[in-house]
């Protein structure tokens, strides 16, 4: 839910050093706009000096907690990005959502896969709940890093670190099947839609700043009520991104379709998703070290496929 700027050149220094290369993949290209999560476009909000290989050995980290490396996400933790827990979620996870600690769905296994690079084994792994309003708010942090679908934008790179980007999409609009505006084909024609999404977030900001609809957007604490109020037809639509609003509308609410996505004809910009730290982290270099060896090594790309293989589809992207 958040804006995607061009990636500097962070990790140069870090090839003299001896630590772990960052490589870009190149989206591919299709009918639809591309919103294949391809980072080589993204930019990091946190530009830290290249770190040493010993500054980022697991020993040498400064962490929350002592051997442990705490990730933070929101609660419920929405599939596709983590998947249920076959055994029964335990708390605090919710039991009918997903479970970060199972390392199945998007997300989970990304963060995994970036506490491998930084050397921790999955037991020295630890979850804890941070709401998405809290974990982007200014201030001190209760997690070494957050993961849960945060766009990078300037405004909270002011108070946070963000690191480079892992997942590159569009922001899409989602509407009821029996809707007049399901068949829409261009932005001019939401105009007079009644449009919601989640406080916060850049789907909001791309319902005002975008669509510019002449109703007010209505604001949610969370996507499960603007999605309750789409389906009770106090909204004609909401806006999420792109894997989302394919859950949303094949497993959440089937009775939902995507209306289509807000690319560069619509005047819209594709975003990426970055980790989220405490402002100045030291650890902030080398998540991005780990980032782009994920990057080099295709890793990205094949958790992709595996856990959003039919997220990448084309998705017609509305007009001006």
């Known amino acids: 839910m958040r804006r995607a700027f061009p990636i500097t050149t962070l990790l140069l220094a870090s090839l003299a050093l001896g630590a772990c290369t960052s490589g870009a993949t190149t989206a591919p290209s299709s009918a639809a706009p ?49 998947a249920t827990n076959p055994a029964g979620n335990a708390a605090p996870w919710d039991k009918d959502q997903g479970d970060p600690n199972t390392g199945e769905g998007f997300e989970s296994a990304v963060a995994y896969a970036v506490a491998e690079q930084l050397g921790f084994a999955k037991a020295d792994v630890v979850w804890v709940v941070a709401p998405f309003n809290t974990a982007i708010a200014p201030g001190p942090k209760a997690f070494d890093f957050d ?23 569009n ?21 007079d839609a009644k449009l919601g999404a989640q406080v916060g977030t850049t789907s909001l900001a791309a319902i005002q700043n975008d669509i510019k609809p002449t109703t007010e957007a209505s604001v949610y604490d969370s996507n499960d009520a603007a999605i309750q109020a789409l389906q009770a037809k ?32 619509a005047g819209g910009a594709p975003e990426h998703f ?8 030291a650890l902030t270099p080398c998540l991005n070290t ?27 992207e509305l007009q001006p």
């Open 34 to 82: 591309s919103v294949a999560p391809s980072v080589a476009a993204s930019v990091a909000a946190s530009i830290a000096p290249s770190p040493s290989v010993d500054a980022c050995a697991k020993d040498s980290l400064t962490l929350k907690t002592a051997g442990k490396l705490t990730i933070g996400t929101d609660n419920p933790a929405y599939p596709p990005y983590y």
């Open 171 to 191: 922001q899409t609009v989602v509407v009821r099947q029996d809707s007049a505006f399901a068949t829409v084909k261009s932005v001019a024609g939401l105009k």
């Open 274 to 281: 970055s980790l989220l730290l405490d402002k100045d982290s």
């Open 147 to 169: 993961i849960n679908q945060v766009s990078f934008t300037p405004e909270r790179a002011e108070s946070n670190d963000l690191t480079e980007g892992y997942y590159e999409f």
């Open 290 to 316: 780990a980032i782009g060896a994920l990057q080099s090594a295709g890793t990205l790309d094949e958790l992709r496929d595996k856990w959003l293989p039919d997220k990448t589809s084309p998705v017609a």
């Open 234 to 265: 106090q909204i004609d639509g909401i806006l999420v991104d792109l894997p989302t609003a394919y859950f949303l509308t094949t497993i959440q609410a089937p009775d939902t379709a995507i209306a289509g996505q807000l690319g560069t004809a």
